[in-house]
């Protein structure tokens, strides 16, 4: 849809600013618009058409107005005929969206424009990382004769070595539950 910037013309389908869907059957010689509308039958308007929305996809009274969302994930990676970019080609045009095609494939970063897609194509987000925690544990050299060393490591001083000398610590990433 795009916001009214021309006339209806004959064969286009447009809703006012009330959500009265109509199909334009043309515009009388002084210039009102003759449109039906499934609720109010053959007539024409006086009233200005401005604030109307031209529904450019319509092709019925039961079409549904697609149901669209911008895509903003930068590692999005743009699928051909699926995902939609809009491009303003230049200061006086306004934006229009494009099916992908030529840029299938690419990341939303790489394009540095608008991304869409239909709700119910949207990709599902990233599971968000698992919770964790940080614990902090003491090393300890360990030995019972002073020949056979080892490493043990845990939070408080093991307390059953001859030999128990504290080297250090070390910190773990543990699932927060």
Wanted: aromatic fraction near 10%.
């Amino acid at each position: 849809m795009t916001e009214q910037t021309k006339r209806p013309r004959a064969g286009e389908w447009w809703e006012d600013e009330n959500g009265l869907r109509c199909h334009v059957i043309g515009i009388r010689a002084d210039g009102r618009t003759v449109f039906e509308s499934r609720q109010a039958g053959s007539v024409w308007t006086q009233r200005d058409t401005t604030g109307w929305q031209q529904l450019e996809e319509c092709d019925s009274y039961e079409w549904v107005k697609p149901d669209w969302v911008e895509i903003t994930d930068p590692d999005h990676v743009l699928r051909r005929g699926v995902d939609h970019v809009q491009f303003k080609l230049g200061p006086k045009k306004s934006p229009r969206w494009y099916a992908v095609d030529q840029s299938t494939g690419c990341a939303v970063r790489e394009l540095g424009c608008k991304i869409r897609c239909l709700r119910e194509d949207l990709p599902e987000a990233p599971p968000a990382p698992p919770k964790t925690k940080t614990i902090t544990m003491m090393r300890w050299l360990c030995s019972s004769n002073g020949v056979l060393w080892f490493q043990i490591t845990q939070q408080k001083k093991p307390g059953i070595w001859k030999n128990e000398i504290n080297v250090g610590t070390e910190s773990f990433e543990v699932p927060d539950e």
